[in-house]
C-alpha cells in the first residue's frame, strides 16, 4: 500500500518541502568534457523512497552490480522521510548524489540551485516518453530520467461483472456506457464505482472531457474552463444518482480497498493495485480496462519520479552513467518484473506487454496521459483543490473550479 500513499503525499506536501531547501552551489569547477564535476575517488551514495522489500531489493541489488562492473563504490540508502532527509542534506551542502524526484518537487529544486540538469546529456534521452520528458523539465531544461512511471485505468470485478449478466462487450468505451455499466452493477452490497476524493482521481475525467489545470506550455491557468466543469458535473452525476462513491463514503483509505473488500465493483487505479490486491486481497479476480473517452476524447492521468543528480554531488558523470545504467531498457523491465512499475523507455513497451497482458491498458495510455502540474507551488493549489473535491457530492463544481483558478493564477504569475 504505500506506493499510493507515496503518491497521495507526494501531491500535497513535495513542493511545499523543496520550497524551503536552501540553495546549494553547483559544484562544477572539477567539470570534465560533459560539464559534469568529476571526482574519481568519490563513490556515490543513492537515496530511494521505497514501496517496499521487493522495490528495495531491486533498485540495492541493480546499484551493486553498476558498482561491481564500474568499479565506483556506490551505497543505498532507503529513506523514512525522503522530502525531509533531501531538505536537510541540501540545506547542510551534503546531500546524495542520485535520488527519487517527484513531480511536483520539480520545481522547487530546480528554482534553488539544488539539482543538476543532466537530461539533455543521457544517451538514451530519445526513448522516454515525451510527456514523461515533459514532467521532468523546468524552465526549457530536461533535468532528468524518469525512473518509471503509473496510469490510471479501470479495474472490474469480473464475478460481480458476470453476476450483473455483463460481458466482454459492455467494457465501457464513453461516459454514457459507464454510467449504464454502473447502474446495473450497483446493488446493495455494493456501488458501482468507487474512487479516492482527489484530483489524482476525479482529474482523469478532466482530461477526457479536454480539461487541464494548466495549458501546454504551464504558462496559464486553465483550472476554471467549460472542460473541467463538464467534467466535475459528470462525476457530481454519479454521486447523485447513487452509482458510484467516494472510497472515503465507504469507510475505506483508497479506491484499491474499496474494491479489495467488495464495496465496489469498479474503481479508477493505477498499475500499483495489483501489488496491493495480491498482497490483501489475493481471491478478489478482476480486469483492466482503459479508461472510458468524455467529450474530448480519451484522458488519463500519469505519475512519476525521476532520478535527480544533487549539483553539489563531487562525482557527476558517475552519478550520470549510473543513471543511464538504472534507466536502461534492461534494468527497467527487471525493476517492472520485481515491483510492478512500468518502464519509462519507449523500447521496453511491447516486451513489458508481452510479459503482462493483463495490465496492457495501463502502457496503452502513455500516449495521452496528462502529467500532475510541476509549477513551483501547484502542490499547495491540488492539495487546496483536493479538499474541495471531498465535497463535491454536495457542493457547486463552478465554484470550486472558480478557486482553484484563482490559487493556479497566483502561483502563475
Known amino acids: 500500500m504505500q506506493r499510493r500513499s507515496s503518491l497521495a503525499v507526494a501531491l500535497g506536501l513535495a513542493a511545499a518541502t523543496a520550497l524551503t531547501l536552501s540553495a546549494c552551489g553547483s559544484g562544477f569547477d572539477d567539470a570534465g568534457s560533459t ?12 537515496l530511494i523512497g521505497s514501496s517496499g522489500d521487493a522495490e528495495t531489493k531491486a ?9 561491481e562492473e564500474s568499479g565506483t563504490e556506490a551505497t543505498l540508502n532507503t529513506a523514512s522521510d525522503l522530502n525531509q532527509q533531501l531538505s536537510q542534506g541540501f540545506a547542510s551542502g551534503k546531500p546524495a548524489d542520485v535520488f527519487y524526484v517527484s513531480t511536483d518537487a520539480l520545481a522547487g529544486y530546480a528554482a534553488n540551485g539544488s539539482l543538476y540538469p543532466y537530461g539533455d546529456q543521457l544517451s538514451n534521452k530519445d526513448d522516454f516518453y515525451p510527456t514523461l520528458v515533459d514532467s521532468f ?9 524518469p525512473k518509471d512511471f503509473s496510469t490510471l485505468a479501470l479495474i472490474i470485478n ?35 464505482l468507487a474512487f479516492s476524493p ?22 496559464e491557468a486553465t483550472v476554471d474552463s467549460p472542460e473541467n466543469l463538464k467534467a466535475l458535473e459528470y462525476v457530481k452525476s454519479l454521486f447523485s444518482s447513487g452509482v458510484a462513491k467516494y472510497s472515503s463514503d465507504l469507510g475505506a483509505g483508497w479506491g484499491g480497498e474499496a474494491f479489495g473488500k467488495g464495496q465496489a465493483a469498479m474503481t479508477i487505479e493505477g498499475n500499483w493495485i495489483a501489488g496491493g490486491l495480491q498482497a490483501d486481497y489475493p481471491d478478489v479476480k478482476y480486469t483492466v480496462a482503459s479508461l472510458p473517452a468524455g467529450p474530448g476524447g480519451e484522458g488519463t492521468l500519469q505519475f512519476s519520479n525521476c532520478w535527480g543528480i544533487a549539483a553539489d554531488s563531487p562525482n557527476q558523470e558517475a552519478a550520470l552513467a549510473l543513471v543511464e545504467k538504472l534507466t536502461s531498457t534492461d534494468q527497467q523491465l527487471a525493476f517492472a518484473k520485481a515491483f510492478g512499475v512500468m518502464p519509462s523507455v519507449q523500447s521496453a513497451a511491447e516486451q513489458w506487454k508481452t510479459e503482462n497482458p493483463d495490465k496492457a491498458a495501463f502502457l496503452d495510455s502513455a500516449d495521452y496521459a496528462q502529467g500532475v502540474p510541476t509549477l513551483e507551488g501547484s ?27 484563482k490559487n493556479m493564477e497566483a502561483i502563475v504569475q
Open 379 to 405: 502542490a499547495d493549489v491540488i492539495k487546496d483543490l483536493n479538499s474541495q473535491l471531498e465535497s463535491l457530492s454536495t457542493g457547486d463544481p463552478a465554484a470550486i473550479l472558480e478557486t482553484a483558478q
Open 158 to 192: 469480473t464475478d460481480l461483472w458476470t453476476a450483473a449478466g455483463l460481458t466482454d462487450a459492455d467494457v465501457p468505451t464513453t461516459w454514457d456506457q459507464l454510467t449504464a455499466v454502473a447502474q446495473k452493477l450497483t446493488t446493495p452490497e455494493h456501488v458501482g
Open 35 to 46: 560539464g559534469a564535476a568529476q571526482d574519481d575517488s568519490a563513490g556515490l551514495t543513492v
Open 198 to 219: 482527489e484530483y489524482a482521481r476525479v482529474g482523469a475525467f478532466m482530461a477526457e472531457a479536454g480539461g487541464s489545470l494548466l495549458n501546454a506550455d504551464g504558462t
Open 137 to 145: 523539465t523546468y524552465d526549457g531544461q530536461f533535468y532528468c530520467a
Open 59 to 67: 533498485v540495492t541489488d541493480a546499484v551493486a552490480s553498476w558498482s
